[in-house]
C-alpha cells in the first residue's frame, strides 16, 4: 500500500510542563512554526506512529459546544475567519491545561497542532486538523567538531494523547469525522474530552465487517479444514469475550490470540485501508455466531449447525443434488420423525 503525501499547511507548537502533584505549566508560542523539511519530518512521524497503533475511537464532536467548545472554534476559525491559527492553538492549549490538572495527570510534553492535507495535489486529498501531547526523550548528537553532546527530542514513541479531525469530513456531514487514540486507563479518555468528541461506533456493521475479513484471511492462507475451523473458533471465543466485557477490538491483539504463527500477517489485513475496518469497537456478539456456526431458514424448515461438522462427517453438503445430509440425529429427532405422518 502506497504511503499518503502529506502536506503541512499550518503548524505550532506549545509546551506543556507537567510535574506529579503540580499544576500544569503552558509555555506558548507566539506564531506558526517555519513550515521547513523539519516540520514535514514531525508531521509524518506523528501520522506514521499514530496509524500503527491500533487502540483508536472515533466519533463526532458533541452537540454541547459550550462545554466542548472546539468545534465552535474551529467554526470560528475556517468559517467565520475570526480567529487566526494561533489563537486557535491557544485556546486548545488553556482547555488541555485545565483538563489535565482536573484529571490529575502525570505527564506533559510538547503539544503539536497541525494542519495536514493528506494525499491529492492542488487542493485535492484530505483536510486534517491533528492535535498530539508528545512527550521527550533525551539523547546525544554529534557537534560540529565531533564532540558529544547533550540533546532532547521528540520521542514519538511517547505519545501520550492525538486526535485527528478530517474537517472535509466535518464540512460534508460524515457521521464520524474524528479520531482519537483510546490509550489505557485515563490515558486518551482525557483528550477524547479535550477533542469534544462523542463516540460515534455501529458495532454490529463493524463486527460483521471483521468476521468477513477473518473468513477471507483463513480462505487466503490455505489452512487444512481443521486448522481453519481452530482459528475460527479462537477469533470466536476471544471476541465473545471482548463483547461480555464491553471491552473494543485491538487488532495487534486480535492478531496474536488468533493466528499466534504469524500474527503479523493478520494485523497487516485487518489494518489495510481496502479492508475498511474501524478499530476499537465492542465486539457484537450475535455478529459473530457465523465465525463457528451456520445458521438459514427456509419455508418449512430451519437450520443451525457448527461449522465443525462439515469435517466430522456429521454434516455434508452435496452441490451437485442441493441437498445437505445430517448424521448422528438424537434419539428423540428420530421417535419424533418415526410418528410422524407420511403423505
Known sequence: MRPLEHTVTHLIIHTLEKAPGSPARLILREGPCTLDAAALRLAERLCSQYDSRSAKGFGRFEEDEESYPLARWLREH?????????????????RVQALTDAEEL???GQLVMARIREGGANGGGTDCL?????GEAEGVRIGGALEALDCCH???TALHAAGRIDLSGWRRGDERYIGFLRGRGKGGMWFKNALGCSDVMVALQETKKLGATLDRFVDTEGLAPATRDAVLERAHDYLDTLGEAGAPVVFEELAREVFPEQPARLDALLRAEETRIAPGFVPNRRAIRPLVRFSASGDNWKLE??????????????????????????DYLKRMLDEAPED
Open 305 to 330: 449447525f457448527e461449522r465443525s461438522g462439515l469435517h466430522s462427517g456429521a454434516v455434508h453438503y452435496d452441490r451437485a443434488t442441493d441437498t445437505l445430509v445430517l448424521s448422528g440425529l438424537p
Open 78 to 94: 475556517l468559517v467565520d475567519e475570526t480567529l487566526d491559527f494561533a489563537g486557535l492553538s491557544r485556546a486548545f492549549a488553556e
Open 106 to 108: 502525570e505527564e506533559g
Open 130 to 134: 491533528w492535535l498530539a501531547l508528545i
Open 154 to 156: 521528540l520521542d514519538f
